[in-house]
C-alpha cells in the first residue's frame, strides 16, 4: 500500500491559556485549542465569518515554549498532524472520540491579543531540537545588479 500524506497548516488565535501536564516519566505536555476563521458566502451573498476550532497538542520542548510564551488570544502557525483518539467513557459507557492536531512546528507570530511584538517570530520544533528564534530580518536577496545580470535576463 502506499504511503500517505498527514500533514496540517493552521494559522489562527490561542481559545484559552494552554493546560499544562507532566507524565510519570517527565515528559511534559501541553494541550490548548486554536481557533480559525473562514469567511462564506451566505444565500443572501453577504459574507460571515465561520470560526473552526481544533485541539492541539504540543510535546517536550515545545510543551515548554507553549508553557513559557503562549497565552489566550496568542497567534500562532502550527504544522503538524491529524490524529483521532477513542476511548469508553467511565461515567456512561458510551465510544468518545477526539480529533487532535499534533504539533511538529509552532510560530509565535504575535503577543495575545494578536499585536505583533518586536522580536515575534520564535519558531520552535517539537522533536528535542532546541528552541530557535527566527525573528531576525531575513537575509537580503543577492543584488547582481554589479555584474550586469537585470531582471530582462529572468526567463520568467
Same mark, same amino acid.
Given at each position: ?7 496540517? &497548516? =493552521?494559522?489562527?488565535?490561542?481559545? /484559552? ?16 485549542? =486554536?481557533? %480559525?476563521? $473562514?469567511?462564506?458566502?451566505?444565500? $443572501? ?5 465561520? %470560526? ?6 504540543? &510535546? ?7 508553557? $513559557? ?22 461515567? %456512561?459507557?458510551?465510544?468518545?472520540? /477526539? %480529533? ?35 525573528? #531576525?530580518?531575513? #537575509? ?15 526567463? &520568467?
Amino acid at each position: 500500500m502506499a504511503k500517505g500524506v498527514n500533514k496540517v &497548516f =493552521l494559522l489562527g488565535n490561542v481559545g /484559552k491559556d494552554p493546560e499544562m501536564k507532566s507524565t510519570a516519566g517527565g515528559m511534559t505536555i501541553a494541550n490548548f485549542t =486554536l481557533a %480559525t476563521a $473562514d469567511r462564506i458566502k451566505g444565500a $443572501d451573498g453577504q459574507y460571515t465569518d465561520r %470560526t473552526e476550532w481544533h485541539n492541539l497538542v504540543a &510535546f517536550q520542548r515545545t510543551a515548554e515554549i507553549v508553557r $513559557d510564551y503562549v497565552k489566550k488570544g496568542t497567534q500562532l502557525f502550527i504544522e503538524g498532524k491529524i490524529q483521532s483518539r477513542s476511548w469508553d467513557d467511565k461515567e %456512561t459507557g458510551q465510544k468518545r472520540y /477526539k %480529533t487532535e492536531i499534533l504539533v511538529n512546528e509552532l510560530s509565535l507570530l504575535g503577543k495575545p491579543g494578536g499585536g505583533s511584538g518586536e522580536g515575534g517570530g520564535s519558531h520552535a520544533k517539537s522533536n528535542t531540537a532546541p528552541y530557535t528564534a527566527t525573528g #531576525a530580518a531575513p #537575509a537580503a536577496a543577492p543584488d547582481y545588479a554589479d555584474q550586469g545580470i537585470t531582471d530582462d535576463d529572468i526567463p &520568467f
